[in-house]
């Protein structure tokens, strides 16, 4: 399996060869390297595979598989980027950033760098972004993590084997995933984006990565139409790609209803409008300017897309505070953002109610329902053990950093966009405006290790440091 998506990454590494000047000289002899070097390395692990015997993974393999997979491709995806004088502490960094879709970055000068290099981050992101989904619907759902088995669909089971209908599935999210940056595209080059530009931030929108081709990201375009369009799109690839799939054949009754989508929209409404009452009392802000922006920072937080297209920190203690704590939400199940999401906050205002019930009235019984399905006793402890070893991770992560001179607000506000996959944190140094450039290397390795941490929601990671994962 490694060497299959090894092989299927190096022939991505050659796209960007599209927008070099030559594969002959820099930066175009790097993505020709890099993707010999891929496709080498991928070979040589299928003829080192048995070549006998039905293909079946354990749960066990799928745990290293997915682990493993997160962590070697951005080494491979990081080497094109030594191509522009990186080094390997950058490049790794970028690279994990732009597979996790998280989109922080140590590259500055944007408006300058090669376009080669500008559409490989990009496209590291969407593939990120299409590997996330199915990782959410099919892999999380199998590895039982942090509450994902509530999500088996029709096309999974719980046995310790991946799913006969899994590549079924992985192709009806690609499919919707290139239909949706298509029409994201489209959109942007509508409203007046270069159609480089509308294609590089296509691919980050939908992806919720919001890696950009400009040191100023969102702020770099002053129309608004093209802030609602990025609105709409970072908002469809938050959403449950299976309730897309859903629609497709037909089921709107089930997409509509879809109680994660409802909970999501209505909490991005009350939120945005909050803001933008906010900032039109406080500061004089014109309506339609402080909604716009409002809605567009929101949006980008909570799908943990990232992109900026000002300093919302400028906006006063309320939304800098406000920001702090979106960071966390993230979008739906299957999806591309990252985050808690949304469902475990129903789960756990459900679990909580209930227990006021119980202390209420201890005789009565009163099931947890989620979707018209009953909450398993698993399920809860899964989703309350992912809460504590993110508030662990936050803890030491923050220690770390404050120990290797990093100063606490960045050093807290790094290792929260790094857990929950956003970008941008707080302060001068890694805020909206900001960059993640002048924190150490050592700093630089251990929010890599956070992001794929949070990315693939702790556990996956967490379980192979235990002695009893690798005992026979």
Same mark, same amino acid.
């Given at each position: 399996?490694?060497?299959?998506?090894?092989?299927?990454?190096?022939?991505?590494?050659?796209?960007?060869?599209?927008?070099?000047?030559?594969?002959?000289?820099?930066?175009?002899?790097?993505?020709?390297?890099?993707?010999?070097?891929?496709?080498?390395?991928?070979?040589? *692990?299928?003829?080192?595979?048995?070549? &006998?015997?039905?293909?079946?993974?354990?749960?066990?393999?799928?745990?290293?598989?997915?682990?493993?997979? $997160?962590?070697?491709?951005? +080494?491979?995806?990081?080497?094109?980027?030594?191509?522009?004088?990186? /080094? %390997?502490?950058?490049?790794?960094?970028?690279?994990?950033?732009?597979?996790?879709?998280?989109?922080?970055?140590?590259?500055?000068?944007?408006? !300058? +760098?090669?376009?080669?290099?500008?559409?490989?981050? /990009?496209?590291?992101?969407?593939?990120?972004?299409?590997?996330?989904?199915?990782?959410?619907?099919?892999?999380?759902?199998?590895?039982?993590?942090?509450?994902?088995?509530?999500?088996?669909?029709?096309?999974?089971?719980? /046995?310790?084997?991946?799913?006969?209908?899994?590549?079924?599935?992985?192709?009806?999210?690609?499919?919707?995933?290139?239909?949706?940056? *298509?029409?994201?595209?489209?959109?942007?080059?509508?409203?007046?984006?270069?159609?480089?530009?509308?294609?590089?931030?296509?691919?980050?929108?939908?992806?919720?990565?919001?890696?950009?081709?400009?040191?100023? /990201?969102?702020?770099?375009?002053?129309?608004?139409?093209?802030?609602?369009?990025?609105?709409?799109?970072?908002?469809?690839?938050?959403?449950?790609?299976?309730?897309?799939?859903?629609?497709?054949?037909?089921?709107?009754?089930?997409?509509?209803?879809?109680?994660?989508?409802?909970? *999501?929209?209505?909490?991005?409404?009350?939120? &945005?409008?909050?803001?933008?009452?906010?900032?039109?009392?406080?500061?004089?802000?014109?309506?339609?300017?402080?909604?716009? #922006?409002?809605?567009?920072?929101?949006? &980008?937080?909570?799908?943990?897309?990232?992109?900026?297209?000002?300093?919302?920190?400028? $906006?006063?203690? !309320?939304?800098?505070?406000?920001?702090?704590?979106?960071?966390?939400?993230?979008?739906?199940?299957?999806?591309?953002?990252?985050?808690?999401?949304?469902?475990? !906050?129903?789960?756990?205002?459900?679990?909580?109610?209930?227990?006021?019930?119980?202390?209420?009235?201890?005789?009565?019984?009163?099931?947890?329902?989620?979707?018209?399905?009953?909450?398993?006793?698993?399920? +809860?402890?899964?989703?309350?053990?992912?809460?504590?070893?993110?508030?662990?991770?936050?803890?030491?992560? #923050?220690?770390?950093?404050?120990?290797?001179?990093?100063?606490?607000? #960045?050093?807290?506000?790094? #290792?929260?966009?790094?857990?929950?996959?956003?970008?941008?944190?707080?302060?001068?140094?890694?805020?909206?405006?900001?960059?993640?450039?002048?924190?150490?290397?050592?700093?630089?390795?251990?929010?890599?290790?956070?992001?794929?941490?949070?990315?693939?929601? !702790?556990?996956?990671?967490?379980?192979?440091?235990?002695?009893?994962?690798?005992? %026979?």
């Amino acid at each position: 399996m490694l060497g299959g998506l090894l092989i299927a990454f190096s022939a991505f590494m050659l796209v960007p060869l599209l927008v070099a000047p030559s594969p002959f000289h820099q930066p175009g002899g790097a993505f020709v390297l890099g993707a010999l070097a891929s496709a080498f390395a991928g070979l040589a *692990l299928i003829a080192l595979s048995p070549a &006998s015997g039905a293909f079946e993974m354990t749960r066990r393999q799928g745990f290293l598989v997915t682990a493993l997979a $997160w962590t070697i491709l951005p +080494a491979f995806g990081a080497l094109p980027l030594l191509g522009v004088e990186l /080094s %390997a502490a950058d490049a790794y960094f970028e690279a994990v950033s732009a597979m996790t879709t998280t989109g922080s970055t140590v590259m500055t000068g944007l408006d !300058f +760098a090669p376009p080669s290099i500008l559409l490989w981050r /990009s496209l590291m992101q969407a593939i990120g972004g299409v590997g996330v989904i199915v990782l959410g619907i099919i892999m999380m759902p199998f590895l039982r993590v942090g509450g994902m088995q509530l999500f088996h669909t029709e096309s999974s089971d719980t /046995s310790e084997k991946i799913v006969a209908k899994a590549f079924d599935l992985a192709a009806w999210i690609f499919g919707l995933f290139v239909l949706l940056t *298509l029409a994201c595209a489209g959109a942007y080059h509508v409203f007046g984006m270069h159609w480089f530009d509308a294609v590089n931030h296509a691919l980050t929108t939908v992806s919720t990565g919001g890696f950009s081709t400009h040191d100023s /990201s969102f702020g770099y375009f002053e129309d608004a139409r093209l802030t609602w369009v990025a609105t709409v799109f970072m908002l469809a690839g938050a959403l449950p790609f299976v309730a897309y799939i859903r629609l497709a054949r037909g089921r709107t009754f089930e997409f509509v209803g879809d109680i994660q989508m409802r909970a *999501l929209l209505i909490f991005l409404v009350a939120i &945005s409008l909050l803001v933008t009452v906010t900032r039109v009392i406080r500061s004089d802000t014109p309506v339609f300017e402080a909604l716009t #922006t409002s809605a567009f920072h929101i949006v &980008s937080v909570v799908t943990t897309t990232g992109y900026a297209s000002e300093d919302y920190q400028l $906006w006063g203690p !309320f939304a800098v505070g406000l920001f702090f704590i979106l960071t966390f939400v993230g979008g739906c199940s299957g999806s591309t953002a990252g985050g808690v999401k949304i469902y475990r !906050f129903q789960i756990l205002g459900r679990l909580a109610a209930a227990h006021l019930t119980r202390i209420v009235s201890p005789s009565r019984i009163h099931p947890v329902l989620y979707h018209e399905r009953k909450v398993e006793d698993n399920v +809860a402890y899964s989703i309350l053990s992912f809460l504590v070893a993110l508030l662990i991770s936050l803890l030491a992560s #923050t220690f770390l950093l404050a120990w290797l001179g990093v100063d606490l607000i #960045t050093a807290l506000t790094a #290792t929260s966009t790094a857990l929950a996959n956003v970008g941008p944190g707080l302060g001068a140094t890694v805020g909206p405006v900001g960059n993640f450039a002048s924190l150490p290397d050592a700093a630089k390795w251990i929010l890599s290790f956070m992001m794929i941490l949070g990315r693939l929601e !702790f556990f996956t990671i967490l379980v192979l440091l235990t002695p009893a994962f690798w005992r %026979a």
